[in-house]
Every structure is written in C-alpha cells, then in structure tokens.
C-alpha cells in the first residue's frame, strides 16, 4: 500500500532474482526484496490484455446521472497523489460506482462509491475507465 499497489492493478516484471524483485508500475520503478514480494499474489496476462482499449471505452465522466458502472482501471495520465486520492476513495478495479447528483454546472459531480458520496470533477472522472452496469427492468 505504501507504494501504491492495490488489488487488479497492472505491473510488469523486470527482474526476478533471489536477491530482488524490480518491477514497474504507473511509469516508476520498485524493488521489493523477496521475503516482502512472497505476500503479493499475482496473475500472468497475456500481452494483447494488458491495456484498455481508450478509444472504445467509456470514462466515468461519459456515464450519465442516475446510471452505475464496474470501475476498469485508472488511466496512466492519473499519476501520483491524485491516482492515490482516487484510490483511498475506493475507486479501484472491480468496484462499482453510481452517478448521483449533479451541480448546476455539471462540474463537479456526486457520484456513490462503498455507500458514500464523493465529489470529483470532471477531469478527474476522466481518468476512470469504466464499464456501465445494465440497469434491471422491472416486470409487472
């Protein structure tokens, strides 16, 4: 957590030795030393899965009020403490989101997240690459 990993996020290896673990994420280089690395679970993906499609998937700022979402990943461009912000708010792969409320302006939105509001702008809804959930029907 310290470094910034959190479950479904994407990595790649560089280096796999008794010694260390050198391994890259959001741009940036860690090591782990094996005895720390032997507590993080990992899935091998294939190289044709490892990105997200950005010109046919939709953000989260494109979903519309009232409709929810399974969030997909964060885009690469979200670096850092702002990524983190998203994070520590339970935006992270797998989690679903609901566009709630709307300012007059439509920047920021509020938008419920693990049975809390939060409110993000619009550029940082940007950053959400998410999957819209179908909205079930109601039969009389």
Same mark, same amino acid.
């Given at each position: %957590?310290?470094?910034?990993?959190?479950?479904?996020?994407? %990595?790649?290896?560089?280096? @796999?030795?008794?010694?260390?673990?050198?391994?890259?994420?959001?741009?940036?280089?860690?090591?782990? /030393?094996?005895?720390?690395?032997? @507590?993080?679970?990992?899935?091998?993906?294939? =190289?044709?899965?490892?990105?997200?499609?950005?010109? @046919?998937?939709?953000?989260? @700022?494109?979903?519309?009020? *009232?409709?929810? /979402?399974?969030? =997909?990943?964060?885009?690469?461009?979200?670096?850092?403490?702002?990524?983190?912000? %998203?994070?520590?708010? *339970?935006?992270?792969? *797998?989690?679903?989101?609901?566009?709630?409320?709307?300012? /007059?302006?439509?920047?920021?939105?509020?938008?419920?997240? %693990?049975?809390?509001?939060? /409110?993000?702008?619009?550029?940082?809804?940007?950053?959400?690459?998410?999957?819209?959930?179908?909205?079930?029907?109601?039969?009389?």
């Amino acid at each position: %957590l310290a470094m910034g990993m959190f479950p479904g996020m994407e %990595l790649r290896v560089i280096e @796999n030795s008794r010694e260390r673990i050198r391994f890259e994420f959001d741009g940036e280089e860690h090591v782990l /030393a094996p005895v720390f690395a032997e @507590n993080i679970t990992v899935q091998e993906k294939k =190289l044709d899965q490892l990105s997200i499609d950005q010109n @046919n998937t939709k953000t989260l @700022n494109q979903i519309p009020k *009232g409709e929810r /979402a399974k969030v =997909l990943a964060i885009s690469p461009a979200c670096r850092k403490q702002q990524k983190r912000r %998203l994070m520590d708010l *339970g935006i992270v792969p *797998g989690s679903e989101i609901e566009v709630a409320l709307e300012s /007059a302006g439509k920047n920021p939105r509020a938008y419920k997240v %693990l049975n809390t509001f939060i /409110a993000l702008r619009e550029k940082h809804a940007s950053f959400i690459y998410v999957e819209p959930l179908k909205v079930a029907s109601h039969v009389k």
